[in-house]
């Protein structure tokens, strides 16, 4: 199961949200009531963390919160979860590394939860093609040094 952080300045979406994230299994879930508090916990390397776009007046915004992710945890993918449906920030998200931009809805939390599983199928089947990769790798290196001995062999 993934890792994940929600950061939301509003503590009743914010719960609403873990409740709906454990409800579907994804129990490892830290939550952060702005991007300040998030970005102490970074090391942690999450693998998603849910934003909102805004926090308030004079506080780093969704969008300076990716940023400083992709700098700081490449690897950890951003959804946003925004009461705001500005295109051009959304596109803005997205251009920037965010893998998606769901406006709050009804349906908000069902596209959440459906777009964290098609990232852990997603990672599992990296995952899955790398491994197939190195044993190939080592098994090809394997028959190398077997086919360098046979020379040796027949060769002295």
């Known amino acids: 199961m993934p890792d994940i952080f929600v950061v939301d300045s509003n503590k009743l979406f914010r719960n609403l949200t873990v409740q709906y994230l454990n409800a579907a299994d ?21 693998d998603i963390v849910i934003t909102e776009l805004h926090y308030g007046e004079n506080k780093i915004n969704g969008i300076e919160l990716l940023a400083r992710i992709k700098t700081l945890s490449p690897k950890t993918k951003v959804i946003f979860l925004s009461s705001s449906g500005d295109i051009e920030n959304a596109i803005k ?13 009804k349906l908000a939390l ?5 777009r964290i599983k098609q990232l852990t199928v997603y990672n599992s089947e990296i995952k899955r093609a790398n491994s197939v990769n190195v044993t190939l790798a080592a098994s090809l290196i394997i028959l190398i040094l077997l086919f360098i001995s046979l020379i040796y062999l027949y060769t002295h």
């Open 93 to 105: 998200s997205v251009r920037m590394g965010a893998v998606d931009f769901i406006i709050k809805s």
């Open 26 to 46: 994804y129990n490892e879930v830290l939550t952060f009531s702005s991007a300040d508090e998030c970005l102490k916990f970074i090391d942690l390397h999450p």
């Open 110 to 114: 069902d596209k959440l939860v459906q």
